[in-house]
Every structure is written in structure tokens, then in C-alpha cells.
């Protein structure tokens, strides 16, 4: 079983797609494992993005993902990485599949809605960074007697 961090960014927030982005994790039979609405700090930003400082788009990306607050979730499931990222789409909604989050509602790569783990290793880091330990919460769905082998 794998986890995913996912962050619906300022914009989705904004726009009201929370519930709509939620609907789709939740459709696809993933676990929902935390949750929070928050506000998210300078320094919380530039750790979590860390890995883009010195691209051109950094500075751009912490003014960005303060602006507004984020909805902070994990998602859990059978190979949830690959699962939430195929969910989502590309960076860019014009380059993004389809039927995807970002194809549906995102055209450029800034303001595309979510954040999406890319690898178990970041996920664990990133969930740490973002969650403690006693918000995440062990529950099985009914769902996934139907659904995991
Ligand atoms: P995310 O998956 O959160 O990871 C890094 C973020 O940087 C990305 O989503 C976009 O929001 C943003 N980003 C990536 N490429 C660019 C770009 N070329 N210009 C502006 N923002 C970008």
C-alpha cells in the first residue's frame, strides 16, 4: 500500500474545486488518511519545494502557494503514486491527458491545482514535513473488499 501527499494549491481553493478534486481520489477508490486547510507558511514552501530553488519559476511558486490557503491531504491505496498522478495529469493542462484533473480544469503550469508526490521515498518525506504522526488515520474503506486484490 502506498501513500500520496496531495495539495490542492491557492488556486484550486479559490476557484472551489476542492470538493470536485476529493470526488475524484474518492471515485477512483483511494483511501483518504489525512486531511487539513491551512494556511501555509514561507518556510513550510521553500522546504516543501525545495528541490526547484534556483529555477527560474521558484520565486514565482512560494509567492504562489502562500497566497491563499491549501488543502494538505494523503491519499492511500494500491500504487497510489502512479494512481494519483495519472488522476491528475501532466504539469501543464494543455499537455495533460484527457479526462485528467489538470486537462479539465488547468491550461498552464503555475496555476495547475495540485501537488502530487512523485515517488514513495518523496511521499514519506514530504508527509512528514506536512502531517504529524497522529494526524493520520488508520481506517480500512468498505469499498476496498470490492476493489484491492
Ligand atoms: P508541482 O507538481 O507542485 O511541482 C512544482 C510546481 O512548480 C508545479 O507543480 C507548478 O505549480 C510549478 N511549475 C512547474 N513548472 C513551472 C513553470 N515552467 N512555470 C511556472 N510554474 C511552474
Known amino acids: 500500500m502506498e501513500r500520496s501527499l496531495v495539495l490542492v494549491k491557492p488556486d484550486g481553493v479559490q476557484r472551489g474545486l476542492i470538493g470536485e478534486i476529493i470526488t475524484r481520489f474518492e471515485h477512483r477508490g483511494l483511501r483518504l488518511v489525512a486531511c487539513k486547510f491551512m494556511q501555509v507558511s514561507p518556510e513550510l514552501a521553500r522546504k516543501h519545494y525545495a528541490v526547484h ?3 527560474s519559476f521558484y520565486e514565482g511558486l512560494i509567492q504562489f502557494i502562500t497566497s491563499a490557503p491549501v488543502m494538505a491531504m494523503v491519499w492511500a491505496g494500491p500504487d497510489a503514486i502512479s494512481a494519483v498522478r495519472q488522476t491528475v495529469g501532466k504539469t501543464r493542462g494543455t ?7 489538470r486537462h479539465d480544469f488547468a491550461l498552464q503550469a503555475r496555476y495547475n491545482l495540485i501537488h502530487a508526490s512523485d515517488s514513495v521515498e518523496n511521499a514519506e518525506t514530504e508527509i512528514a514535513l506536512w502531517f504529524k504522526q497522529e494526524e493520520l488515520v488508520e481506517w480500512k474503506r468498505c469499498t476496498e473488499d470490492w476493489m484491492y486484490e
Request: glycine content about 20%; aromatic content about 0%.
Open 53 to 55: 530553488e534556483g529555477k
Open 95 to 101: 499537455e495533460a491527458a484527457p479526462g485528467t484533473i
